[in-house]
């Protein structure tokens, strides 16, 4: 069979006549060529025809009272023929065939290298903002664009560069780093006081005092000017010192008297969703707002290929948590109260600590209520920045 046959298509097909040299003679003055005859039997012989041939031979052999079998249909059209009925298999080589010429065009993992202290997840968190998201162009994310994009989104990075390797963009960056002689740390500034007190120390390290110990200051008033007279000119600069003062601070606590206890577990339920990037598919009904007889656990699930590459997409699994609720009285005491009025005071001073203070539990109502006055000694210098051009003088007695 030769390639020109192949391509059309053969039929190898076996013929049972009385009389075989005569059927063949007959076949022949038809105009049917015939290839590979063979006699197999006395009354059977074999031989091969071309695919467009073999619907003329059939109705010749009809008509003669000949029985023809076919044994087997070869060349390119029925291979093909024969490919296009098993969708399943073709589809399969095209997702192949297309993935071998598109993949490695396009980026399906993103790596970042030398960060220190800028999480990795905030930086690619930009990075997909700025383009380089997974099936992104190869050659669009090498860009300068996306490059300087990925800079403006993240401005604690000095130098971001990316590569690609394979399917993966390697996204290296230098981080900025701090310097005393920055614009930020040379701006021109003052302390003033951020509350009320009467002033115990003043400790100058940059700048020219302007309150001595003993003195009561108020809210705003300049405690550190950052513009020292010196003779015939004036130097600004930004003031650094430590004011620390007695305060008086004043706190009410609430809490409800009552609150609802749980009691038996009433069962579980799960959910499954299906994460593809940032697009959530969801498997179930409903708004997945539980009720306050429900807890609700979260996970994800991602895929991931050999060498700790992980594919966008997760399954999610919600757990929600049944239960009953009781009401009740509430657990809360005098003395827990005072525990969180003295951590929140603490937390609300630069530093210090709370002195004593007189405090008054009562229940009034559905709620209890801790209410306290308290001496405290802190720090109650916050920085002002100034304007080149501003002065610091004495008018009327008060300070500006």
């Known amino acids: 069979m030769t390639f ?12 049972t006549s009385a009389d075989p040299e005569e059927a063949l003679s007959a076949i022949i003055r038809t105009g049917i060529e015939l290839f590979r005859v063979q006699h197999d039997k006395n009354l059977v012989c074999s031989f091969t025809v071309r695919r467009g041939d ?4 059939s109705t010749l052999c009809e008509k003669r009272g000949e029985k023809l079998r076919v044994l087997r249909k070869k060349g390119l059209y029925y291979g093909i023929s024969r490919l296009i009925e098993r969708k399943l298999l073709l589809l399969g080589m095209s997702l192949i065939l297309l993935s071998a010429f598109c993949l490695p065009t396009r980026v ?13 997840n905030e930086i690619i968190s930009a990075a997909e903002g700025c383009g380089i998201r997974f099936g992104a162009s190869r050659r669009l994310v090498r860009s ?3 490059k300087n994009a990925l800079l403006d989104a993240v401005p604690q990075l000095q130098w971001a560069g990316i590569n690609t390797s394979g399917c993966c963009a390697v996204i290296s960056v230098r981080e900025r780093t701090s310097s005393p002689d920055t614009p930020e740390n040379s701006r021109i500034s003052s302390i003033v006081a951020d509350r009320d007190g009467y002033v115990l120390s003043a400790v100058v390290t940059r700048g020219t005092a302007q309150v001595q110990p003993g003195q009561t200051v108020r809210k705003g008033q300049l405690l550190i000017s950052g513009y020292t007279e010196c003779g015939i000119c004036i130097q600004a600069t930004q003031a650094q010192g430590e004011i620390i003062a007695q305060t008086r601070r004043t706190l009410t ?4 008297a009552s609150c609802c206890h749980r009691r038996v577990t009433a069962g579980s339920t799960h959910r499954l969703s299906l994460l593809l990037g940032k697009k959530r598919i969801f498997f179930w009904k409903g708004s997945g707002i539980s009720d306050t007889g429900c807890d609700r656990m979260y996970r994800e699930y991602y895929l991931a290929l050999p060498g700790g590459f992980r594919l966008p997409v997760a399954f999610c699994v919600d757990t929600y948590q049944f239960y009953d609720l009781a009401a009740g009285e509430s657990s809360v005491k005098d003395s827990d109260l005072k525990a969180f009025a003295s951590r929140y005071l603490k937390s609300q001073m630069t530093a210090g600590q709370v002195g004593r203070g007189n405090q008054r539990f009562v229940r009034t109502g559905d709620v209890y209520r801790l209410q306290g006055s308290y001496l405290c000694v802190e720090a109650i210098g916050k920085v002002r920045p100034e304007q080149i051009g501003e002065t ?9």
């Open 4 to 15: 020109w046959r192949s391509i059309g298509g053969v039929v190898v097909v076996e013929l």
């Open 54 to 57: 073999f619907g003329r031979l």
């Open 108 to 120: 399906l993992f993103v790596r970042v290298e030398g960060n220190s202290t800028i999480p990795e």
């Open 144 to 146: 300068e664009k996306v």
């Open 253 to 256: 606590v609430v809490t409800p």
């Open 392 to 400: 610091n003088v004495k008018t009327n007695g008060e300070n500006h």
